[in-house]
């Protein structure tokens, strides 16, 4: 169902890298995933678009009262791989 | 104490041991911290033990010493599966990309068991970032089913499950995506609880898909799946979807004479043992007094094909975050692109992969209606079959899965044979409602009893209905 063209793209938007077997694999295997859940076209819906579940809503919180700045930077920045200065260090985005 | 004594606690038993004086805190934790010693080399359901897990106990019988009330759960040793974030400590989620990740907080649910005096043994093995339906996919190696360690013990919650059943801890935590507590509790012959979606906080549970995720109790009965249910439900600011609004009002049923509807399911596609649990299962509900009648969900047939889209659909948005920059794994390249991929191509393992590129698929342009604006439609529709059910019965049963534990190496090389193992758990997930598996007889495999598990399915915010039943099943006279 799927190209190995298709499995590169996907990998690539995922931000996986991927060795040559990998990609095999994946090709043949997320072809036979998308075959499986393909079945699901068939369901008879009553076109109903609506996505809104009620009681799945999310209750949102008024935004106040903040921690004052830096309470936890300290802590947060020792789990990070690279900082410097009390911030998180990447590579630059921008050339 | 002998050792029997240990081995038939229970929470109400092990609690009341502890505050009369009987045994002592650190002499229960003592008592598990070996039988882990004995026991995890063989079965690997502990990835870590807490190298302060005495301390913890000892704290208790300080206060219990000193008359504090040392809370419902006074020195009762827990596993916590390793995706639930306890302050200090490493969760990894059974994978590489967060191998060495120190949690910064504690989950809501680590911070309600603590106060009520909880001892938290050590982290359990998982499925990675709890995908999978056997701990095959763990980073760390497999679990054993503790019943025949050829098999697998179930997943992703397979470590909870097994560290319970070979009492290397009297009580665990798992999560619940789609049948991560059920499946193994079934499986390594334990209860296990999938609560009504939004009762328990998920804040500092480490997110698969967050739609479907739930934190349940893996548990000898159904008394002490009730307790810390109870201990850890409710109302959390730190997650928007916790109980929803809905004031959850008294029960009203009279829980001695219920209406239970049987799932019509296909008698062909599960092993001979489970139709005679079933069968016998029905007598037993019958002869405590309830009406049965069989049930049917027009949609359950498309219930796998649905979660195979939300769920990766979902897991590719959550997993983004691991990317090498604010914690966990980083592989570097030449530019941030490459730390990206190298990143994420070293961290993943291969299901975690494949689920990530099947989410970015159903969600990519093109294939976003046809895959994952249906898969919600259809999500309506199941929770509508459940719905319309319940106007007719309190409570469903049906089986938590297929046959009993199948073995190491058996499934993991085909993915749509593991996922057709969740077929008679994934509704639940994607229809909110609470469910859970109980210890229903075995099936023999090759000189080994194997457990299986009876499902319990009941409306929203219903746990009692589940507790209810669970118990009398227990109690039962005939056993199946």
New interface residues.
């Given amino acids: 169902m799927i190209k190995t063209e298709d499995v590169e793209k996907l990998a690539k938007l995922a931000r996986i890298e991927i060795t040559d077997d990998e990609k095999k694999q994946f090709q043949k295997e997320i072809g036979a995933i998308l075959d499986y859940v393909s079945e699901l076209k068939e369901a008879p819906t009553d076109n109903s678009k609506s996505l809104t579940r009620p009681e799945n809503m999310n209750r949102l919180r008024e935004d106040k009262s903040p921690h004052a700045p830096g309470t936890y930077t300290k802590e947060l920045l020792e789990g990070a791989p690279r900082s410097e200065k009390g911030f998180v260090k990447v590579k630059k985005i921008f050339e | 104490m002998d050792k029997e004594f240990f081995k038939n606690l229970t929470i109400k038993k092990a609690v009341n041991a502890i505050k009369s004086g009987d045994i002592t805190a650190l002499e229960l934790t003592r008592y598990y911290l070996n039988n882990i010693k004995e026991k995890n080399g063989e079965i690997n359901a502990y990835l870590r033990i807490f190298a302060d897990a005495e301390e913890q106990a000892k704290k208790i019988d300080e206060k219990i010493k000193s008359g504090e009330d040392a809370g419902a759960l006074a020195g009762i040793p827990f596993a916590i599966k390793d995706n639930i974030l306890i302050k200090g400590k490493i969760a990894s989620a059974s994978s590489k990309i967060l191998e060495n ?2 949690a ?1 907080y504690d989950a809501t649910v680590i911070k309600k068991l603590r106060d009520e005096g909880a001892v938290f043994l050590g982290a359990v093995n998982m499925d990675e970032f709890a995908m999978g339906g056997s701990t095959e996919n763990s980073a760390f190696g497999p679990t054993k089913n503790p019943h025949d360690p050829k098999r697998v013990p179930g997943g992703s919650s397979g470590g909870s499950a097994a560290a319970v059943a070979a009492d290397m801890a009297l009580a665990s935590l798992g999560s619940d995506t789609g049948g991560s507590i059920r499946q193994p509790a079934s499986f390594c012959g334990e209860v296990g609880l999938k609560p009504t ?2 009762r328990i906080s998920r804040s500092g549970l480490i997110a698969m898909a967050s ?1 479907l995720d739930q934190i349940g109790p893996i548990t000898k009965t159904t008394e002490d799946a009730e307790i810390i249910f109870n201990i850890i439900k409710g109302e959390d ?1 730190l997650d ?2 916790t109980s ?3 004031s959850v009002s008294e029960p009203q049923t009279n829980l001695k004479k219920l209406k239970i509807g049987i799932l019509n399911y296909d008698k062909n596609a599960v092993a001979p043992e489970i139709n005679e649990m079933i069968e016998k299962s029905i007598e037993i509900f019958k002869k405590n007094g309830h009406e049965i009648s069989e049930v049917a969900l027009p ?1 359950l047939k ?1 219930s796998l ?2 979660y ?2 939300i769920m990766p659909a979902e897991v ?1 948005s959550n997993l ?1 975050r691991l ?8 592989k570097e390249g030449e ?3 490459e ?4 990143t ?3 961290g ?1 393992g ?1 299901e975690t ?2 689920r ?3 989410g ?3 969600l ?1 342009s093109g294939y976003y209606d ?2 994952y ?9 199941i ?1 509508k079959d459940f719905e319309n059910i319940f106007k007719e019965v309190d409570a469903i049963i049906m089986p938590t899965t297929t046959g009993p534990a199948f073995k190491l190496g058996e499934k993991i090389g085909d ?2 044979k593991m ?1 057709l193992e969740d077929i008679f758990t994934v509704s639940a997930n994607l229809s ?1 409602v609470p469910a859970i598996s109980i210890p229903a007889g075995f099936a023999e495999r090759g000189g080994s009893k194997l457990p299986l598990g009876l499902q319990i399915i009941a409306p ?1 915010f219903r746990e009692d209905i589940l507790f209810s039943l669970g118990k009398q099943f227990e109690n039962a006279k005939i056993k199946v």
Wanted: net charge positive; proline share 5%; hydrophobic share 35%.
């Fill in positions: 990740y120190k910064t979606y939004g739609s600011p928007a979807t929803l609004g809905h949609y498309y094909p649905c195979y889209i590719s983004a990317d090498g920059v604010k914690y966990g794994l980083l530019n941030l692109l730390d990206y991929l190298k994420r191509g070293a993943f291969k992969k494949r990530i590129m099947t970015t698929y159903v990519s046809a895959f604006a249906k898969a919600q439609e259809v999500r309506n529709l929770k993915p749509i996922y909110e929203h």
